[in-house]
């Protein structure tokens, strides 16, 4: 049977949700607003729990309205809370970004889609620099109102940077 290994927020309650609608062994890691900081401890757990499991897949979920994620582009009042501020910086410029350079009534699953995809690098790149056997990574986003998990927008989507000739 297919292991899974989800990082979600907890503010989500997404566990019950995914269980339901992926039928194979899941496991979860937890970060407000999945801004999980990839040290070496957290690595160190991480690859633990990849060999001791047998983990065939990693993937990062939140939901489209996000507690966190909300709090982030609004008031920040949860600023405080240890993490949350880098967290609430990049939220703000990546607003700045989406509001900038695209005409969409979405930003918020554009700014969620940006975010997911800055994980998955960074989570791939920590493996790859601990030797740690790379398995296929991913991301979605759960439209609680549709009950629905939807791909992010693909990394090249996402650019923090681009340039029209």
Not at 77 to 92: C, D, F, P, S
Not at 111 to 136: A, D, T
Request: contains cysteine; aromatic residues 10%; positive net charge.
């Amino acid at each position: 049977m297919q292991k899974h290994l989800y990082f979600i927020c907890p503010t989500d309650h997404l566990e019950p949700v995914i269980d339901r609608a992926f039928k194979r062994v899941n496991y979860f890691y937890s970060s407000l607003g999945n801004s999980i900081m990839f040290d070496a401890d957290t690595v160190g757990q991480i690859s633990m729990l990849l060999e001791t499991k047998e983990i065939d897949t990693i993937s990062f979920i939140l939901a489209n309205d996000n507690r966190i994620i909300k709090d982030g582009l609004g008031q920040q009042e949860y600023v405080h809370i240890a993490g949350l501020n880098t967290l609430y910086k990049q939220i703000k410029s990546q607003k700045k970004d989406a509001e900038i350079s695209w005409q969409t009534p979405d930003h918020q699953f554009l700014i969620l889609s940006y975010h997911l995809n800055n994980k998955i690098k960074e989570l791939k790149r920590v493996l790859q620099r601990q030797h740690i056997e790379q398995r296929p990574i991913q991301a979605k986003i759960y439209r609680r109102h549709q009950q629905q998990f939807n791909d992010i927008y693909l990394d090249m989507v996402c650019r923090e940077h681009f340039a029209l000739n």
